[in-house]
């Protein structure tokens, strides 16, 4: 077999994995996580939301009535109802199956951040973001799951599976307290102005914080500039072709004053 054969075949290979996997990439890819929180977050309080998990994972920590049987379908429908509310709204699901688990994605738009915390899938956190010194401060406090003792689901669980909470934030980072998985070690945003908060399934479900602020448990903070990126670009952007037509005029306006110097020269 050739090497443009062999390549062939590992990209056809890699397409269907990541199409199995409900257009997520595979493990090998990075970290597994069973629940995922992935919100990308605008100054005026407007996110978009992208919940990934595991259904046994949506039943313990936030007690919602899902099937966790991996030969039972999933209801979309069903999902869809349970995340829709005047809160937050559902823009798309997709699904997947990983280690004899289904998953699904579920991509919400959230009109206010700071109501969130109203929709039931949600209650376990609040949201404050205001302006303070100039700046601008995102709170979310991580309160209890819903996992009550006892009532673990045997769904092949090892207790070294992942819970993330991701940031993707719109200006530049101050101050934040992320960090890294089991130490106290900070961690730096990563590409794209995006944080990330790690912690055991284990430790969620036994209500340990996930980050601590001021010593209050399970704050997850972050202060920023008032101005977004794209803002402060543009208008970097729109200097600099303003400058660029004020040099152009410049020339034009020095190339004929050259020549009506050139012609009054050759009339004296």
């Given at each position: 077999?050739?090497?443009?054969?062999?390549?062939?075949?590992?990209?056809?290979?890699?397409?269907?994995?990541?199409?199995?996997?409900?257009?997520?990439?595979?493990?090998?890819?990075?970290?597994?996580?069973?629940?995922?929180?992935?919100?990308?977050?605008?100054?005026?309080?407007?996110?978009?939301?992208?919940?990934?998990?595991?259904?046994?994972?949506?039943?313990?920590?936030?007690?919602?009535?899902?099937?966790?049987?991996?030969?039972?379908?999933?209801?979309?429908?069903?999902?869809?109802?349970?995340?829709?509310?005047?809160?937050?709204?559902?823009?798309?699901?997709?699904?997947?199956?990983?280690?004899?688990?289904?998953?699904?994605?579920?991509?919400?738009?959230?009109?206010?951040?700071?109501?969130?915390?109203?929709?039931?899938?949600?209650?376990?956190?609040?949201?404050?973001?205001?302006?303070?010194?100039?700046?601008?401060?995102?709170?979310?406090?991580?309160?209890?799951?819903?996992?009550?003792?006892?009532?673990?689901?045997?769904?092949?669980?090892?207790?070294?599976?992942?819970?993330?909470?991701?940031?993707?934030?719109?200006?530049?980072?101050e101050y934040q307290?992320?960090?890294?998985?089991?130490?106290?070690?900070?961690?730096?945003?990563?590409?794209?102005?995006?944080?990330?908060?790690?912690?055991?399934?284990?430790?969620?479900?036994?209500?340990?914080?996930?980050?601590?602020?001021?010593?209050?448990?399970?704050?997850?903070?972050?202060?920023?500039?008032?101005?977004?990126?794209?803002?402060?670009?543009?208008?970097?952007f729109g200097l600099?072709?303003?400058?660029?037509?004020?040099?152009?005029?410049?020339?034009?306006?020095?190339?004929?004053?050259?020549?009506?110097?050139?012609?009054?020269?050759?009339?004296?």
């Amino acid at each position: 077999m050739s090497s443009r054969t062999r390549a062939a075949l590992l990209a056809l290979v890699m397409t269907a994995a990541v199409a199995g996997c409900g257009g997520r990439a595979p493990a090998i890819f990075g970290p597994q996580y069973e629940y995922e929180e992935d919100l990308t977050l605008s100054l005026d309080g407007s996110a978009t939301l992208v919940v990934n998990a595991s259904l046994p994972a949506l039943v313990v920590l936030h007690g919602l009535p899902l099937p966790i049987d991996p030969a039972e379908r999933v209801d979309q429908d069903r999902i869809r109802q349970l995340y829709t509310s005047s809160y937050a709204q559902v823009a798309r699901i997709s699904t997947w199956t990983r280690a004899k688990r289904r998953f699904v994605g579920i991509t919400l738009r959230v009109p206010d951040i700071r109501a969130l915390s109203k929709a039931a899938p949600f209650s376990w956190s609040t949201y404050d973001l205001h302006q303070e010194d100039g700046m601008t401060l995102f709170k979310q406090t991580l309160g209890a799951s819903a996992f009550k003792p006892g009532t673990m689901p045997n769904v092949g669980w090892t207790g070294s599976e992942l819970v993330a909470f991701r940031l993707h934030l719109p200006s530049r980072i101050e101050y934040q307290n992320s960090r890294t998985l089991d130490t106290d070690r900070p961690r730096g945003a990563s590409r794209g102005n995006i944080l990330t908060w790690e912690q055991h399934l284990a430790d969620r479900l036994d209500n340990k914080p996930i980050a601590w602020e001021n010593g209050v448990p399970g704050v997850m903070a972050v202060r920023m500039d008032s101005q977004s990126i794209l803002y402060r670009t543009l208008w970097l952007f729109g200097l600099a072709f303003l400058a660029a037509v004020a040099v152009l005029a410049l020339l034009i306006w020095l190339t004929m004053r050259r020549g009506r110097d050139a012609k009054r020269a050759a009339v004296s």
